[in-house]
């Protein structure tokens, strides 16, 4: 992603340093930055920046996310659909609902998803993450967690249609889930470390994480007693997807 440069991330000011860039986004943003910090990855045996994955808590504050959630629970279109997972059909176990710019389809678990128009809400919500991160995007998944016996099983955001080295910038609004990192390489796989990921907090993946790690959302066993989380993760669509042009991308997921 060629708009993603180090010196102008949050989580990349050097030492003693200044945020080349950021001046200008804290202006439009007409809000203090949030503090960033480096997220504690396990080890996967590649080379990844602290930029890479780092946390932003309170990109909004407590009362915006309240707000913001309950429009985008009301506003959005949500839905239920069928994936293949190692050659199965079956339902994810959260809601689902896509939007993005005209043409910007995605192709995963062998689904193509084809984008709703702009919401107000979720165009606004994208130009203060686009200022803040330093990348454009052109299209939001959102997810839908009900209680905590929805979730999202490992994976990585790998797609032909993301590019090698995608930024992935992750809104989450409502309950706090836990957000786990593995390797994907079973031979230096030592375990699992997650962060809890609360309401207003922004996370940005990005470099090599997809090439290295994979992530999820867990089930949550007292799962009645979870409230509804909703995620949005930002992310630009280079050109547009669909199953017949990659047979083999997710489908073993």
């Given amino acids: 992603m060629q708009d993603h440069l180090n010196d102008t991330h949050p989580a990349a000011k050097p030492e003693g340093g200044s945020r080349t860039g950021l001046a200008r986004g804290d202006q ?19 080379s990844i920046a602290k930029s890479d994955a780092c946390l932003a808590s309170g990109f909004y504050s407590a009362s915006e996310a309240d707000r913001l959630f309950s429009t985008l629970r009301e506003e959005l279109f949500w839905e239920e659909r069928e994936i293949r997972i190692f050659g199965r059909r079956m339902l994810q176990p959260r809601l689902v609902s896509y939007y993005g710019d005209p043409g910007a389809s995605y192709c995963y678990s062998g689904e193509l998803f084809h984008p709703r128009p702009w919401t107000a809400t979720l165009d606004t919500v994208r130009r203060q993450v686009e200022i803040l991160v330093g990348s454009s995007f052109n299209a939001v998944l959102c997810n839908l967690y009900r209680t905590g016996a929805d979730s999202m099983g490992w994976h990585s955001d790998d797609e032909a249609e993301l590019g090698e080295r995608p930024v992935i910038a992750s809104l989450s609004l409502g309950a706090t889930r836990r957000f786990l990192f593995r ?38 066993k007292a799962s009645s007693g979870v409230e509804p989380r909703i995620n949005l993760t930002f992310r630009k ?6 199953p017949q042009d990659f047979p083999d991308q997710r489908a073993g997921r």
């Fill in 28 to 46: 439009k943003l007409g809000r203090e930055t949030p503090a960033w910090r480096p997220i504690s990855l396990p080890p996967a045996g590649g």
């Fill in 183 to 220: 390797s994907r390489d079973p031979e230096k796989r030592d375990g699992s470390r997650g962060v809890d990921l609360q309401s207003g907090s922004l996370l940005v993946m990005a470099g090599s994480m997809q090439q290295f790690y994979q992530h999820q959302i867990p089930k949550v």
């Fill in 237 to 242: 669509i280079l050109y547009p997807g669909s």
